[in-house]
């Protein structure tokens, strides 16, 4: 095995408003590989946004090393990184393919290439067709793919996910799971996943890392043994159930 | 073709409804007994036309103070409100000063106007700016503030410049907003002029109307206020069709 793409080890974070201090991450330690789909989950405020955005290199941390990218995969912190919210975030005046344009636009790629992968990529996320729509003409659940594939457009290799589902109904949000493997499995890309929903957690990811509040600290990191692609009834297996016993069980006792 | 045939019948109502509304006003005042100098018909309003009240002229004077004043504020609103927005440490001291500047009834300050700057057009203009700079500026202000922190961070990662942000994402989003401040802009320009003439002015038709309120020649009055309708009327008209221009029809769904 070649070293880790991802490497935070003892970070940790704290913020500071109006002269308070408030430890927001302790210790988080854990490796991602090239090609994984890590699933990050826990309560509400223990830090998931926080780690996510320290990968970002949107805020800063003061303890611990955060490393990402190997020889065989070096990382561009500028280009490398595709982000995926709780909210589409699209621009109501632009249409859809200019959505996705969004990224390559600012970085400056060349534009009628970036116009043909806009066109590949609405395609992978289902929405052929809705090219020259306007985000308010889609569903809640259309405008998060749109999202993905904004996210997907410079070809980053690490793409961050903080609760991309969470605003999205439990049908909708099942759908989009599946999707979200299926675009995983064609894009080959190392994905983060965060979620409070400790089911989700366990369907999509090939680990789960638990976080538990106040501050955020790492409960676990769970290796997932479910084969892929995994379809919705794996979620009536023996092997679900106590994984997701098992986490509930860390969330619980805290 | 639905939508086309629906549209007609729409508007074929509003032009019904007033058309209806002009016929109950000229029989109501002709049975009614009405004196002519308290409530003229409406055929005697359009017959005023025909008097020597240099209609043109006058109408074009006040049409020149709405429309100078008025544009005289989107400029500077618009102005304001970027140099605010660019410069945070201009925004924080000068904002306070004009929230209540937005206090002040603006139609108070007219016959200081008049002191300062004599009378005529060009105080006409400043008192339409005056009155009615303020909710442009605001409203813009407002619109280029209202960015998601997730969408700043978003382009943030991919090193996006201060100019690509503001021309990509809060100038863009920055128009709706502007557009309905200038919406509520255009009544109060002609509130502005109109003020002004009534102060102090020897043409135009607020002026006019003082005039002929003399001679309580009723009828003329009623026009005079109709065309300053009409100015107000088509001003609006040109900033909805500016609108959709700009914004385009996926502006509907916007208001603030
Ligand atoms: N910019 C900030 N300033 C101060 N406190 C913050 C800030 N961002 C988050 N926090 C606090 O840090 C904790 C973790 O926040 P966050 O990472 O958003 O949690 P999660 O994403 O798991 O809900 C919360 O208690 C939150 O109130
Ligand atoms: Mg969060």
Redesign the pocket.
């Known amino acids: 095995m070649s070293e880790p793409f991802i490497k935070l080890s003892g970070v940790r974070k704290t913020?500071k408003?109006r002269g308070q201090e408030?430890l927001?991450v302790s210790e988080v330690t854990f490796d991602v590989n090239i090609g994984e789909l890590i699933s990050i989950v826990?309560p509400?405020?223990?830090?998931?946004?926080?780690v996510l955005k320290i990968l970002a290199g949107i805020h800063s941390h003061e303890e611990g090393t955060v490393s990402i990218g190997n020889d065989t995969n070096p990382f561009d912190p500028t280009k490398d990184i595709g982000m995926v919210f709780q909210q589409p975030l699209l621009l109501k005046w632009r249409r859809i393919l200019e959505n996705v344009l969004l990224p390559a636009e600012i970085l400056g790629l060349p534009l009628k290439e970036s116009r043909e992968r806009a066109q590949y990529l609405l395609k992978m996320v289902g929405l052929e067709g809705f090219e020259k729509k306007f985000p308010d003409e889609l569903s809640g659940g259309m405008q998060q793919r749109t999202a993905i594939a904004r996210a997907l457009i410079h070809d980053p290799k690490l793409i961050l996910m903080d609760e991309p589902f969470g605003a999205l109904d439990a049908l909708t949000r099942e759908k989009m799971n599946l999707e979200l493997l299926r675009i995983w499995k064609e894009s080959q890309k190392t994905i983060l996943f965060?979620t409070h929903g400790i089911q989700e957690a366990v369907f999509l990811g090939n680990r789960v890392i638990v976080l538990t509040s106040g501050p955020?600290r790492m409960a676990d990191n769970i290796a997932i043994d479910l084969p892929y692609p995994r379809l919705l009834e794996i979620k009536t297996h023996e092997s679900f159930g106590s994984y997701t016993r098992h986490i509930y069980k860390h969330l619980d006792m805290e | 073709m639905n939508d086309i045939s629906k549209t007609a019948r729409r508007y074929a109502w509003i032009v019904l409804v007033h058309l209806m509304v002009v016929v109950l006003w000229q029989f109501g005042v002709t049975f009614s007994g009405i004196p002519d100098y308290v409530m003229p018909t409406p055929e005697a309003t359009v017959l005023s036309l025909g008097e020597d009240y240099g209609w043109v002229h006058n109408t074009f004077i006040t049409a020149a103070e709405v429309f100078g004043g008025y544009c005289l504020a989107v400029i500077v609103g618009v102005s304001l409100a970027l140099i605010f927005n660019w410069f945070k440490i201009i925004e924080t001291l000068a904002m306070p000063l004009m929230i209540s500047l937005n206090m002040i009834p603006k139609v108070a300050l007219g016959p200081l106007f008049i002191v300062w700057f004599s009378y005529g057009v060009d105080s006409n203009i400043l008192i339409a700016f005056s009155i009615c700079f303020l909710p442009i500026l605001l409203t813009m202000e407002r619109g280029l503030k209202e960015v998601d922190p997730d969408l700043i961070d978003l382009v943030r990662i991919l090193k996006a410049s201060r100019w690509q942000i503001f021309m990509k994402i809060q100038l863009p989003g920055s128009l709706p907003y502007l557009f309905s401040g200038m919406k509520v802009a255009v009544v109060l320009a002609v509130a502005g002029a109109i003020v002004g003439e009534f102060i102090a002015s020897e043409e135009g038709l607020g002026y006019l109307m003082l005039q002929v309120q003399v001679t309580l020649d009723t009828a003329a009055m009623f026009m005079a206020v109709l065309l300053i309708t009409l100015i107000g009327v088509i001003l609006y008209g040109l900033v909805l069709l500016l609108e959709y221009l700009i914004v385009g029809q996926n502006s509907k769904e916007t208001s603030v």
């Open positions: 913020y408003t408030f927001a826990g509400s405020g223990c830090g998931k946004t926080t965060v955020a």
